[in-house]
């Protein structure tokens, strides 16, 4: 029934269109992905939708890599990831259908909003899919009760008091000053399954439990980062910098029994279960 629902959802998103892949942001890098097509696009981002409709997936956690994997520092696979979520949507012409809607954070574009700031934005499978250098994605399914304590955080208020609109493509988890899309999501999972929105408290118990993928980089490219992009902000880092990645969330929700499965999906749907290294 949810895979039927999809695919009827997903057919009126192509009537009437949709944004083109310029609208596809990726929060790690500001330019759209001309990896696909948009047919190509298109089709993956149904097959993404069918993967997790056919686990009944209401909330999932997705990953793409916003640049070329061979750009990416060594134990990156991914930068950008969201929440899919199953829920109404509205079209234009005012009916109502059920599908997957993409929540993400971005960083500015640099004209509507400074590089250095982020906003929440909804949109639709085919953005995120359209903005992929690689022919694949991660996926993150929680445990049943899991995703109903993420649907009820992302449907309250508390989901925005959680974005913290100073932006940092490496922004430190154990610290409040910088967030960026993996930080947000982060956030809301521990607000999710600890049963809280008090920020400050969250910052404390994952500084204590969860542990982030560190980045190598050294003193001169550390202090001389913001000249090359403004988005590469160090200063909540008193040591090694460390952020969230893929790896250290699925990690994180694997060792609490947060997960209940983990995947990469491929174009042309071929999905197989993820191990970390």
């Given at each position: ?63 793409r890599a916003g640049r070329p994997r061979e750009d990416l520092p060594e134990g990156f696979a991914y930068t950008h ?197």
């Amino acid at each position: 029934m949810l895979r039927g629902m999809i695919c009827a959802a997903f057919v009126a998103t192509l009537a009437i269109g949709g944004p083109g892949p310029a609208a596809a942001q990726d929060s790690s890098g500001a330019a759209a992905a001309d990896h696909l097509t948009a047919e190509e696009a298109r089709a993956f981002s149904k097959e993404i939708e069918q993967t997790l409709a056919a686990r009944g997936a209401v909330v999932a956690i997705v990953f793409r890599a916003g640049r070329p994997r061979e750009d990416l520092p060594e134990g990156f696979a991914y930068t950008h990831g969201a929440f899919w979520v199953y829920q109404p949507a509205r079209l234009p012409d005012g009916r109502e259908v059920k599908g997957y809607a993409v929540h993400n954070l971005y960083s500015g574009d640099g004209d509507s909003l400074p590089v250095t700031k982020s906003k929440l934005v909804q949109d639709f499978p085919f953005d995120f899919a359209a903005g992929s250098h690689e022919d694949d994605v991660a996926i993150i399914v929680p445990t049943r009760e899991v995703q109903q304590r993420l649907y009820g955080v992302i449907a309250s208020p508390a989901y925005s008091a959680l974005h913290v609109d100073e932006y940092s493509l490496v922004s430190n988890p154990a610290d409040a000053r910088y967030q960026n899309c993996n930080e947000f999501m982060l956030d809301v999972l521990a607000a999710a399954v600890w049963e809280t929105a008090d920020y400050a408290q969250i910052k404390v118990n994952l500084a204590a439990s969860f542990r982030p993928s560190r980045v190598k980089a050294g003193g001169l490219k550390r202090l001389f980062a913001p000249l090359m992009d403004a988005r590469l902000r160090t200063g909540d880092h008193d040591g090694p910098v460390e952020t969230v990645t893929f790896e250290s969330l699925t990690a994180f929700m694997q060792t609490h029994g947060y997960a209940q499965e983990v995947l990469q999906l491929e174009t042309g749907g071929a999905a197989a279960a993820f191990t970390l290294p």
